[in-house]
């Protein structure tokens, strides 16, 4: 564990060392976001916060190949190697370089398409993707080649542009991708603890970078933030987040799998654990996604064509703060992104009254603290102006 949090540190300091740095390149090579009607900045912000992220992530890859723990598991006999997070790494890198020309040059949305389909093709090409799933009896189904990459296009093209979508308030992007990466590290170093296997896994260590890059980009990006990730970024964040999800297939056994914490078996059909997992941890904008897709062809225009009709637009019609807004949204990331690894580990009643009452209090923060807060402006609006003089009673 101790190595793992040296990870985020290390992923979260840079970052924010880098964010400096990328946010000047941004400045001199014109990679700045202009002021448009469906945004709700109110000046131009320069772009180019990949390039910093990659920066994290690169390096806390470096350090950890340096860490005793880490560096002995995978010379030793265990099923832990850095290969996986490397060739995670080189897809990241190609993915991000992609979405560095987009806030350059504004790419179309094919090209950058093409983009997210290479990237996935080096990640197959290196060994990371879906192979296997494990029945609920211990059972291997076995996936073909093209199936298994197939199935691994579409799961990370899918995060990757779910990431690139919900990237519409300041800090919402990398809050949300943060909690979830936090909450995958639980699982994983959960998993392992409860099998008695090595801590050190591909999924673990991807996961406490992510996170910390994240906490690390957050401190720049907070409303009102000085720079923005751009496509660099949340392109790069959500193919990390999506292939260290991929890897626990290639990491734990069938045994493994099926062993929940306190010896309690997995409550989630595991064969489905390693599918879920991403799309769980990421519903919120996956959901909004798939709204913007069908509001869009609806309409009889692109589903990548911009509006302003997203989740986190909708939260600001109904009253909520920007800042408020952006929270409300990490809750909801928070509360499916945990809950969902606590029922992956544990069973039981206490379980779902647990996710319930989180559920119902997520609920009331979302849809009551706008109706709370209304009396006040309404008050605040008919309130006569200072010059005016007291209105007449009626």
Known sequence: MREYLVVFLVAATITYLLTVVAREIAIRTGAVAAVRD???????????????????????????????????SARNDTPFTFTDARAVLVAGALICGVG?????????????????????????????????????????????????????????VATVNAVNFVDGL?????????????????????????????????GALLSAALAGVCVGFLVHNVHPARVFMGDSGSMLIGLVLSASAITVTTTFSS????QGADGAGASLLPMLLPLALPILILIVPLADLMLA??????????????????????????GHSHRRAVLIMWVWAGLIAFGTVFASLRTGVTVWIALGSAFAVTLVLTFLLPIVNRPRLIVEALEPPADEGPRPTL
């Open 100 to 156: 560095v020309l987009d806030d350059i040059f504004d790419l179309d949305a094919l090209t950058k398409f093409g983009g997210q389909v290479l990237a996935v093709g080096l990640l197959v090409y290196s060994g990371v993707q879906f192979s296997f799933f494990y029945g609920p009896n211990g059972e291997q189904f076995s996936l073909d080649p093209a199936q298994g990459a197939l199935l691994t296009a579409v799961i990370v």
């Open 38 to 72: 469906r945004d709700v900045h109110a000046e131009p912000v320069p772009y180019l916060g990949g390039l910093a992220m990659l920066g994290g992530l690169v390096t806390a890859y470096l350090v950890a190949k340096e860490l005793p723990f880490l560096a002995s």
């Open 170 to 202: 300041d800090g919402l992007a990398a809050g949300v991708v943060g909690i979830s990466a936090v909450a995958f590290f639980v699982y994983c170093f959960q998993l392992s603890v409860s099998n008695g296997v090595s801590r050190a896994t591909s």
């Open 255 to 258: 045994e493994d799998v099926l």
């Open 293 to 318: 897709v069908v509001r869009r062809t609806r309409a009889g225009r692109s589903p990548f064509a911009p509006d302003k009709q997203h989740l986190h637009h909708r939260l600001l019609e109904i």
